[in-house]
T-cell receptor, first 109, second 114 residues
Framework: QKEVEQNSGPLSVPEGAIASLNCTYS??????FFWYRQYSGKSPELIMF????GDKEDGRFTAQLNKASQYVSLLIRDSQPSDSATYLC?????????FGAGTILRVKS | NAGVTQTPKFRILKIGQSMTLQCTQD?????MYWYRQDPGMGLKLIYY???????DKGEVPNGYNVSRSTTEDFPLRLELAAPSQTSVYFC?????????????FGPGTRLTVL
């Protein structure tokens, strides 16, 4: 069973700053990684996913993979109060996703 | 396109009662999943299905059962409810194609067992 670890936080950043979220994964052979955002009382929604072949940027969000150290990062530039949520990292495991427990992000205005 | 729908939104059960959580998707996805989410614990996979007639256990299947008779529906059955099953339950679906496997989530069912 693959494992995904995340710091539960909360991570507090001022509005306009860069928020950096990390997760570590146990299986060195993992190739697909996902970041979901979950607002309080709502269901998770996909922000972005990356493959083992490189980083990815989408608007204010950048996902980076460090295969040597087995961690995935999500950078949020120009953080906004609306980015305050729990961010879930997930790793593909066959037909399934294995989720971390999530990191709470708070953006202070 | 309604996406993934779940009913009911909320439910309170007494210990020992049974119930079925309904999940329906209209995206013609082959893959469907049931998760439970306890406070601060992330999503734990209960059961999943890769197509009609095919189901498989996830990480925490004890106390639950599923069936998949159609592509659209994937109900989750709780038999003999216990307080440990108090949680928020999410259903999700995906195309199941290799690579992305983006999962789309329903709004969730908040279940309390007293």
């Amino acid at each position: 069973q693959k494992e995904v670890e995340q710091n539960s936080g909360p991570l507090s950043v001022p509005e306009g700053a860069i928020a950096s979220l990390n997760c570590t994964y146990s299986d060195r052979g993992s190739q697909s990684f996902f970041w979901y955002r979950q607002y309080s009382g709502k269901s998770p929604e996909l922000i972005m996913f990356i493959y083992s072949n490189g980083d990815k940027e989408d608007g204010r969000f950048t996902a980076q993979l460090n295969k040597a150290s087995q961690y995935v990062s999500l950078l949020i530039r120009d953080s906004q109060p609306s980015d305050s949520a729990t961010y879930l990292c997930a790793v593909k495991d066959g037909n399934k996703l294995v989720f971390g427990a999530g990191t709470i992000l708070r953006v202070k205005s | 396109n309604a996406g993934v729908t779940q009913t009911p939104k909320f439910r309170i059960l007494k210990i020992g009662q049974s119930m079925t959580l309904q999940c329906t998707q209209d995206m013609n996805h082959n893959y469907m999943y049931w998760y439970r989410q306890d406070p601060g614990m992330g999503l734990k996979l209960i059961y999943y299905s890769v197509g009609a007639g095919i189901t498989d256990k996830g990480e925490v299947p004890n106390g639950y059962n599923v069936s998949r008779s159609t592509t659209e529906d994937f109900p989750l059955r709780l038999e003999l409810a216990a307080p440990s099953q108090t949680s928020v339950y999410f259903c999700a679906s995906s195309t199941g194609t290799s690579g992305g496997n983006e999962q789309f989530f329903g709004p969730g069912t908040r279940l309390t067992v007293l």
